[in-house]
């Protein structure tokens, strides 16, 4: 049994979205949680019916967190996929999870084929990147619905870890160039 403690913090900002960000506590691991507090302006769920996931599983220290090696990667990783598929309006990233080893990037995304072209244009040139895609279909936005509430609060029950895992199950095995 899972237990999970959350502490809010407004403090992430991106140009013109508001993201919260959120610490929580699963099994006595640490789990930072950033996520858009909304959906952007003008994002309809209809046209962005499937969920891509991006996990990159990672040695975590001692608080179950990256290295700040890792981080780094991960953070030129995560503009360049910015860049590539907000830019192109195929996908837009709503939630980021950390801890207990692995990273979770969720985006909304008009369709799987645009989606993978735009991400191995924005990741041509970079290094190799140790992460695994998947996408399915989320055409009620489950896995971000749980998140957006208009005033940045979570629900505070185990649920929506496991919403959130059912998501992103299905597993494409894609190694990044």
């Known amino acids: 049994m899972s237990s999970i403690t959350l502490e809010q913090n407004e403090g992430y900002a991106s140009t013109d979205d508001e993201w919260m960000v959120a610490q929580a506590e699963k099994n006595g691991a640490p789990l930072l949680i950033r996520y858009r507090k909304q959906r952007p302006e003008g994002v309809e769920k209809s046209a962005f019916p499937f969920l891509l996931s991006a996990t990159w ?10 290295s700040t090696e890792d ?4 953070d030129k990783f995560e503009d360049a996929l910015t860049a590539g598929l907000e830019g192109s309006q195929t996908a837009h990233l709503m939630v980021i999870l950390t801890g207990n080893g692995e990273r979770d990037w969720l985006w909304y995304t008009c369709g799987e084929k645009q989606a993978m072209t735009y991400v191995n244009q924005a990741l041509k040139g970079h290094a190799r ?9 989320d055409r009620a936005w489950r896995a971000y619905t749980q998140f957006e509430s208009g005033d940045g609060t979570l629900p505070c029950g185990g649920g929506i870890f496991e919403v959130v895992r059912s998501a992103i199950g299905k597993v494409l ?3 990044c160039l």
Do not use: A, K
Not at 57 to 66: A, D, H, S, V
Not at 71 to 74: A, F, K, Q, T, Y
Not at 129 to 137: D, G, I, K, L
């Open 173 to 175: 095995r894609l190694w």
């Open 71 to 74: 981080m780094e990667r991960m």
């Open 57 to 66: 599983r990672y040695q975590p220290n001692e608080f179950g967190l990256p």
């Open 129 to 137: 990147y140790p992460v695994e895609f998947s996408v399915q279909p």
